[in-house]
Each structure stands twice: as structure tokens, then as C-alpha cells.
């Protein structure tokens, strides 16, 4: 069984990727991982992220593994454990830029394909639209901008990860947004046949009892 969960930054599709695949025991792909992963090759290789073709060549030499369970999904670069270096801002800043260039996307799409075969739950922003087009059930989460900054901005400051206000989280998040639905290579949209729910003021129980009461019904048909 694959199931995309499609979506802008902070509306929950991590959080729930992780507690649908511990609940249908299936692997769990965080793809935004893979593409902070090239940013962190990127980055150490001292490549200039807007010289397209050395990026998407890097891409395309370096090995990228996910292992363990969702709850404690280790991001692998090269086989070194890079879960925690990929958080860092400077790397989330160039994954935003890495994850435009085509060759890039088109490197992690074979990769996610052939991680995603065995049976999966992934999320990401064109998994239902280019990864996946045939999933067997496809999501689209949603939430106002305020609410997925607030969500964000939270979830940095247990982390230690970002030095970022509020309000800066914010204007990162929208432009991140504008970035994602504008550029050319698989933008990010839902895909005509997902199912589009808005968490704007629910918790994730009920996000995941929503989205889980729609895979059964279709299960026990």
C-alpha cells in the first residue's frame, strides 16, 4: 500500500506520516529529509547551490538512506547519521534552494520510487502529483499560513534549531510557500483525485482519525 501526504511547511503532514505508518506498520519516507540531505552534501562540498548542473550531479553521486521506525527515523548521507545536522537553519535555507532544481528532483524521484515499492506512507510536496501518481490513497494538508508558522516556529524552539521570531518564521513560511507553487518542476499542488483536508484549528488525533476512517472504509469495501 503507498499513501502520499502532500502539503505546504507546518501543516502536520510529518507528525501524521509518522503515526500512519506506526498504525498501518508500513515504512515511513519523510522526503524533505532527502532533499536537507542534498543541501548538507551541498553545502559541505562547498558547491554554489545556483551552479545547477555540479548540484544535481552531487546529487546523483551521493547515497541517501532512511532506517528505523517513524518515531525514530535516522537520515543517513554516505552512511554517516546526519538526522540532526539537517535541522540546522543554514541547511533548511539551502534545501528550500536545492529542492527548485529539476536534476535534483528528478534524482530524489527515482530514489523515493524505489524506497517507496515496498509499501509506504510518504510525504512530502509532489508525491501524489510525480512520485506516486498511482497511490492507493492520496492526501493534501492544509492550514492558514499563521497557524503553520505558529506550528513551525514551536516545534524550532524545543529543538533549538532556529533563532527565528515569530514573525520571521512567518515570512519565511509564505515565501517558502510562493517558492513551492511557483517554480516549474512539479510544483506543489494536490493532485485532482487527493482528499484535501484543512487542520486549521484541529489537533492531530483528529486529523488522523479523519484521514484513517477514510483508508478503512476503502479497505472493507
Do not use: C, W
Not at 94 to 105: F, K
Not at 155 to 167: K, N, P, R, V
Amino acid at each position: 500500500m503507498i499513501i502520499a501526504i502532500d502539503g505546504p511547511s507546518g501543516s502536520g503532514k510529518s507528525t501524521l506520516g509518522r503515526l500512519l505508518a506506526r498504525a498501518l506498520k508500513l515504512l515511513y519516507i519523510d522526503t524533505g529529509s532527502m532533499y536537507r540531505a542534498v543541501a548538507l552534501a551541498v553545502i559541505e562540498a562547498n558547491v554554489d547551490p545556483a551552479d545547477r548542473d555540479t548540484v544535481t550531479a552531487l546529487a546523483n553521486e551521493i547515497e541517501i538512506d532512511l532506517e528505523g521506525d517513524p518515531d525514530s527515523l535516522k537520515v543517513l548521507l554516505n552512511g554517516r547519521d546526519v538526522t540532526d545536522q539537517i535541522r540546522t537553519e543554514s541547511v533548511t535555507a539551502m534545501s528550500s534552494v536545492v529542492s527548485t532544481i529539476p536534476g535534483v528532483r528528478r534524482a530524489m524521484v527515482e530514489r523515493q520510487r524505489a524506497i517507496g515499492k515496498r509499501g509506504a506512507v510518504l510525504n512530502g510536496r509532489d508525491i501524489g502529483t510525480v512520485v506516486f501518481p498511482d497511490a492507493d490513497f492520496k492526501f493534501f494538508l492544509t492550514a492558514k499560513p499563521e497557524e503553520r508558522a505558529e506550528r513551525r516556529f514551536r516545534e524550532d524552539q524545543l529543538t533549538a534549531h532556529s533563532s527565528a521570531t515569530l514573525a520571521e518564521t512567518l515570512a519565511e513560511m509564505v515565501e517558502r510557500d510562493r517558492r513551492d507553487s511557483t517554480r516549474a518542476d512539479s510544483p506543489l499542488k494536490a493532485a485532482d483525485d487527493a482528499v484535501i483536508i484543512d487542520s486549521t484549528g484541529k489537533g492531530i488525533d483528529e486529523v488522523l482519525s479523519e484521514i484513517m476512517e477514510r483508508i478503512n472504509v476503502h479497505r472493507n469495501h
